[in-house]
């Protein structure tokens, strides 16, 4: 089981938001590069970066940033992006910066056409992230909730060839309230790509409940408010994983 910490950029900065609210933001640190290096040296063997600006401007807006997490953490391990990723130049430049995996959200429901570009020209790095709430999928900055279904989706999303699911309840992120498992095990159990788990990660016993069904096609969990705050040991965390993955 893969725990992936987040690092939110926000005006350059690290947050943590709570159920996606801009206006509800937490500051965890002032410099991006340092906190990307705190998690690798805690054992973390992916990162995963947001950003918050330019998923609402539809461009990227942190890219200052995202270019010194990636000096800082060299080749050690890949790094995934998402926010405001609408077009095949901006991907084509990330990847040339040196992130491994481009997260798309809101494109790939709005712009299927795009998302399949993508897929047919950078195989093997893009990734989809499906924002959802009871079931239905959220766009736009979790603002506005589709008709869509999740599983629906996702499927066709493994047709056009994508790496992986990224599955975040948005009804649970950043409250700390525990990962959505049966929905998060039923979205695995509809593919053959693997789902990375995201959105109230809380303690032990949620990591502990993801290795329990890591079997299904849960590939990893997003690590975020709760390693900010203490209430999850990062470090113990993904020891107490590999240990139950053995």
Not at 118 to 129: K, L, M, N, T
Not at 138 to 160: N, P, Q
């Amino acid at each position: 089981m893969l725990l992936i910490p987040a690092i939110d950029l926000k005006d350059g900065h690290c947050v943590r938001l709570k159920q996606g609210d801009m206006n509800d933001s937490t500051t965890f640190g002032e410099d991006p590069a340092a906190m990307a290096l705190r998690w690798v040296e805690a054992g973390a063997r992916r990162l995963h970066l947001v950003d918050l600006n330019g998923a609402f401007a539809g461009k990227p807006v942190n890219e200052g940033a995202v270019k010194s997490i990636l000096r800082a953490v060299g080749d050690d391990i890949p790094v995934q992006l998402g926010g405001g990723i609408r077009d095949l130049d901006t991907i084509e430049r990330y990847l040339d910066d040196g992130i491994s995996y481009v997260i798309i959200g809101t494109a790939a429901v709005k712009s299927p056409g795009f998302l399949k570009d993508a897929c047919s020209a950078f195989g093997g790095h893009i990734i989809v992230g499906l924002d959802a709430k009871d079931g239905k999928v959220a766009t736009d900055g979790w603002s506005k909730l589709t008709g869509h279904e999740v599983v629906d989706l996702a499927r066709k999303f493994e047709d056009y060839g994508v790496e992986g699911i990224i599955y975040t309840d948005i009804g649970r992120d950043g409250m700390l309230t525990g990962i959505n498992i049966e929905a998060t095990v039923k979205l695995a159990q509809a593919l053959s790509i693997p789902v990375i788990a995201s959105g109230g990660l809380s303690n032990i016993a949620d990591i502990e409940a993801l290795c329990a069904v890591e079997p299904e096609g849960v590939e990893g969990v997003i690590c975020g408010r709760s390693i900010y705050t203490g209430a999850l040991d990062f470090k113990a965390a993904q020891a107490r994983a590999d240990e139950l993955g053995a």
